[in-house]
């Protein structure tokens, strides 16, 4: 329980962690400096200075004692007290009996009171609420004794400038280590900007920069983000290979059924040929690089949704859009969302004779939900579907036609590519399946 509060506590980002670092050993440090200080120099220091006043008191105290009547006594002390600077007055009104005065936040005065009571005989009160002034009160045969000198014989003075200097010194190195501290972590916050950037389709200029080991994982990213723009090239060198060496028989070979009889061996050949450029086209689909479209472009999730809603309508399908909620624009490319939307529309409809289509728009991400009221599938299948050439027709319903296995895969990868995720549940709506496209924002 406690961990877990403390973990909450913690700042999240990389800065806020390394300036907890940094800070907290210096107010630790300032703190343990000013107890050490404060037992040492308030305390310690006062009570050295207080014996020493409380010798001047015991003297002056005890000429007063010593002599016969009071006016002697006040003219014989005070003449003392006076070459002792000290103000003597006696005899004075009675003290109120009770404890000793002193402020709260008078450090010292507590070990200047018990250093008094220590050393002093005959003290009746000891008054330090007095700005500067030291008052104390003392009984003699000739009645109470008020002697009072500056406070400053008793505690050091400006105590409280190695504090402040302590404090001033502490800020102002915490804001240099500061300043240093935000250079050090600039060049990880550009890599880490790079690489969301890539994660989510974009290519962002990046040089890497900064402490040694910055600089290595820079080199690795730009190597591993080099790789992949290669691996990409190779599809789309895939992608013409297979476009000029595949669609080119499969023409000829439709051309030369048409000049067949048209016979029950020609339609089957030619549904053959149907399926294989269906094939061929669900894996065109499937390697197509995102990077023969444009880039990003911030625009409107819901106006997006509202077209192809209205465009999946027009083609007949069953589909409505039941609610949107939040607000904003987000930037993702148009037309590979719209096919991963496409798809999840054209597997609801094959499936299901009920489309229902929901927007969420949040802070950092934005939705959308397609359900249905098909068989659904079941929960141990969900990773197998997403997986490329994966059927699972023998679970759903075979009436309405079947697909290559490529359109869930196709979704998720274009979802990963905008930084997010397809996940699949069931519909509480519907009973159906419900499949939820989550983008980064």
């Known amino acids: 329980m406690i961990a877990d509060w403390f973990k909450r506590m913690l700042p999240r980002g990389l800065y806020g962690r390394a300036a907890l670092i940094l800070v907290l050993p210096i107010v630790v440090i300032q703190i343990v400096v000013s107890i050490a200080f404060i037992q040492r120099y308030f305390e310690d220091v006062s009570r050295q200075m207080t014996i020493m006043a409380s010798l001047d008191v015991n003297l002056i105290a005890a000429r007063a004692r010593a002599a016969p009547d009071a006016e002697l006594a006040a003219d014989l002390a005070g003449d003392l007290a006076a070459s002792l600077a000290m103000n ?50 003392l009984a003699t045969p000739h009645g109470p004794m008020e002697l009072s000198f500056d406070r400053r014989r008793v505690s050091a003075a400006n105590p409280h400038q190695l504090l402040v200097v302590m404090v001033v010194a502490g800020i102002l190195m915490t804001l240099i280590a500061s300043l ?10 550009r890599l880490a900007r790079a690489a969301e950037a890539f994660g989510k389709g974009r290519i962002l200029p990046y040089k890497p920069a900064g402490a040694t080991e910055v600089r290595a994982a820079g080199n690795a ?3 591993m983000r080099a790789r992949i723009e290669r691996q990409l090239e190779q599809r789309m060198l895939l992608l013409s290979g297979v476009s000029h060496d595949l669609r080119t028989p499969l023409t000829r070979l439709k051309l030369a059924l048409s ?6 061996e020609t339609s089957a050949m030619n549904r053959d040929v149907a399926e294989m450029q269906r094939l061929l086209d669900a894996f065109l689909a499937f390697v197509r690089d995102e990077a023969v479209e444009e880039g990003p472009v911030r625009q409107s999730p819901a106006d997006f949704l509202a077209a ?27 037309g590979a969302v719209r096919r991963a939307l496409d798809n999840l529309l054209n597997n609801a409809a094959r499936y299901g004779g009920r489309i229902e289509v929901s927007l969420a728009i949040l802070d950092r991400s934005w939705r959308i939900a397609v359900e249905d009221d098909g068989p659904g599938i079941a929960q141990d299948r969900r990773e197998e579907a997403l997986q490329p050439f994966t059927r699972l027709d023998p679970a759903r319903n075979q009436d309405k036609g079947s697909g290559v296995g490529l359109g869930l895969a196709i979704s998720a990868d274009i979802a990963r590519q905008h930084g997010g995720a397809l996940r699949l549940g069931k519909s509480e709506r519907l009973g159906g399946l419900k499949a939820e496209l989550v983008f980064a924002r």
């Open 88 to 137: 003597l007055e006696l005899p004075v009104e009675p003290a109120p009996a009770g404890p000793d005065l002193r402020m709260d936040y008078d450090l010292s005065g507590r070990a200047v009171i018990e250093t008094f009571r220590a050393s002093v005989d005959g003290l009746v009160l000891i008054d330090l609420t007095r700005s500067r002034l030291v008052r104390l009160v």
């Open 180 to 189: 240093f501290l935000r250079n050090q972590l600039r060049p990880i916050r």
């Open 221 to 223: 990213f730009l190597d």
């Open 259 to 264: 000049m067949l009889d048209n016979d029950a």
């Open 308 to 334: 192809v809603i209205e465009d999946s309508r027009r083609a007949g399908q069953p589909v409505s859009l039941i609610s949107v909620s939040g607000e904003g624009d987000a930037p993702f490319r148009a």
